[in-house]
């Protein structure tokens, strides 16, 4: 799914009006309409709703919401805030439509605010997508207002107050809802985790807005739904052989993180890697022997930490970095890897922060290397953000500049390929937020990287299998419960 910005989002209104055609009311009325559709999906009849409206068209549609619910019987209150004289066309003829059908409370004062129940349902109509500035005076308090409310509330399209593709202030008033659903298109908005609490959760509503006009537009943002994560999928033909699906190498592992080797070891072979050698130090040998019987071993001659390359003339893609720790001989092997390196890479966790502190070991890294920091570690590689918005130009920038694909892991992690692009992830859960997850997502990705899946859909394809697996293993375990193991467990395709 793509994400465009508030700009195409109002110029994909404006084609679809002009060429379904479709008069701007009636588009409306299809946006309330599916919202009313979620809606009466969720909550039923038992449920009294205020729904406050702002005079743009966020409040154009409050007002068709009020109608079609009060059709479907459900008591409804409306209010509008005459913070402004100027009024949208749709939202005057909705108004309009209402009038002997349900009574609208005007709000002209930041006393008179009217009293909220916990068991009423808060809708929040206010601004959408066409907010241009900071929220203040009678709207902030109406907000303020909204917020202190311990019923649920929900965002017609955005959180009120809220920006579309650009950060917020820190001290901005904005609508904290349980639940936004929005039309066509997540905004980019909702994949910043400092937005969380003025996303809630969020769904999307088809409004029928033109499918050819959003493919046309280009955008570098889009969103790994079920869709387009399953399109990724490489079928496993009859005829294959082990051969078929490579020969991966992974580097992991040095004394006390022996752990960090099973795990992405582990996950690669239940990623669909044909053949798994994994390089340990010494001290790994019987662990990784005993504990995973089906991947083969190259022993360093050190005990404690990885100190020599091996010999690689025979994988199909290499793993680096879970647990190896930064001591000068890992470092010098690092660096002779890349100089030698003829397949595809993934480097994550220590392989990472070596680089931070080697960064001549960046410019060596082969082109579309797959990295995979956390928030920390990427800051270590590429410096510091203001803020969430920043960071994701920062790693857009980072992967343009060195050619590599990152992995910028979080909430909705991000992937941004070596062209600028990003592509949010939808799947996983804060139960993931667990050590190992991490060393489970290397596995996976040198297992697809074996495979021949090409470093930007092995990335793509791997942090949404790897967000499967976790949500499934939530589910059978809980979040708080699960551990990386459990990923491992719950992964297939
Ligand atoms: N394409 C779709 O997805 C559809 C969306 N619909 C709904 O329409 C809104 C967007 O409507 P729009 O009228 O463009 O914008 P708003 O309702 O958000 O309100 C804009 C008006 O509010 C003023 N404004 C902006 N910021 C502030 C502020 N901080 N304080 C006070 N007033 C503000 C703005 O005035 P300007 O001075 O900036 O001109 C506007 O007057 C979308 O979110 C959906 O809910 C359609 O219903 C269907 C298709
Ligand atoms: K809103």
């Known amino acids: 799914m793509k994400i465009l910005n508030a700009g195409q989002i109002r110029a994909l209104d404006a084609y679809t009006i002009k060429n379904e055609p479709i008069s701007s009311a009636d588009l409306m009325e299809r946006a309330s309409q599916a919202f009313v559709n979620w809606f009466i999906n969720c909550f039923d009849v038992s449920k009294s709703v205020s729904i406050f409206c702002g005079k743009g068209n966020n409040g154009g549609d409050g007002l068709a919401i009020a109608r079609l619910l009060h059709a479907k019987g459900f008591q409804v209150r409306v209010f509008v805030i005459e913070y402004t004289d100027k009024e949208s066309d749709d939202f005057k003829q909705n108004l309009e439509r209402l009038a002997g059908n349900l009574q609208v409370q005007s709000i002209y004062e930041s006393h008179a605010m009217p009293e909220l129940h916990s068991d009423q349902i808060i809708i929040d109509a206010l601004l959408g997508s066409g907010l241009s500035r900071p929220v203040a005076g009678l709207l902030g308090d109406v907000i303020e207002h909204v917020n202190g409310a311990t019923g649920i509330i929900i965002s017609i399209d955005i959180a009120s107050g809220l920006y579309v593709d650009k950060p917020n202030e820190k001290s901005d008033t904005i609508v904290k809802p349980d639940h936004t659903v929005t039309f066509q298109l997540p905004k980019l908005a909702f994949m910043m985790p400092q937005n969380a609490e003025f996303t809630g959760d969020w769904h999307v509503v088809d409004i029928g807005l033109d499918k050819r006009f959003i493919e046309e537009t280009l955008s570098p943002y889009y969103y790994t739904d079920k869709p387009a994560g399953e399109a990724l999928t490489k079928k496993r033909g009859k005829f294959s052989h082990k051969g078929t699906f490579g020969h991966a190498l992974i580097l992991a592992g040095r004394y006390g993180k022996m752990g960090a080797a099973v795990l992405s070891s582990r996950a690669c072979l239940r990623s669909g890697a044909g053949l798994l050698t994994v390089h340990v130090p010494e001290c790994g040998y019987e662990i990784l022997q005993i504990s995973l019987p089906e991947a083969m071993l190259s022993i360093d ?148 990287l074996a495979q021949k899946y090409t470093p930007e859909d092995a990335a793509i394809f791997g942090v949404y299998q790897h967000g499967l697996a976790g949500d499934r293993a939530a589910e059978r375990k809980t979040k708080t419960a699960m551990i990386a193991s459990d990923i491992i467990e719950n992964l297939g395709w």
């Open 301 to 448: 001659p050190n005990q404690r930490n990885i100190t020599e390359l091996p010999e690689l003339s025979s994988y199909s893609a290499i793993g680096i970095g879970p647990g190896i720790g930064q001591e000068p001989l890992t470092v010098r092997v690092l660096d002779e890897l890349l100089e030698q390196i003829s397949t595809p890479l993934i480097v994550d966790a220590d392989g990472l922060n070596i680089l931070s502190k080697h960064p001549d070991l960046i410019d060596k890294l082969p082109e579309k290397t797959i990295l995979s920091p956390h928030p920390k570690e990427f800051q270590r590689l590429a410096g510091d953000s203001a803020n969430e918005f920043e960071r994701l130009e920062l790693a857009r920038n980072f992967a343009k500049k060195h050619n590599v694909v990152i992995i910028l892991k979080g909430a909705y992690t991000a992937v941004i390929l070596t062209n600028g692009d990003v592509h949010f992830n939808s799947t996983g859960n804060a139960g993931m937020a667990t050590g190992g997850s991490g060393d489970v997502l290397t596995g996976i990705l040198t297992a697809l």
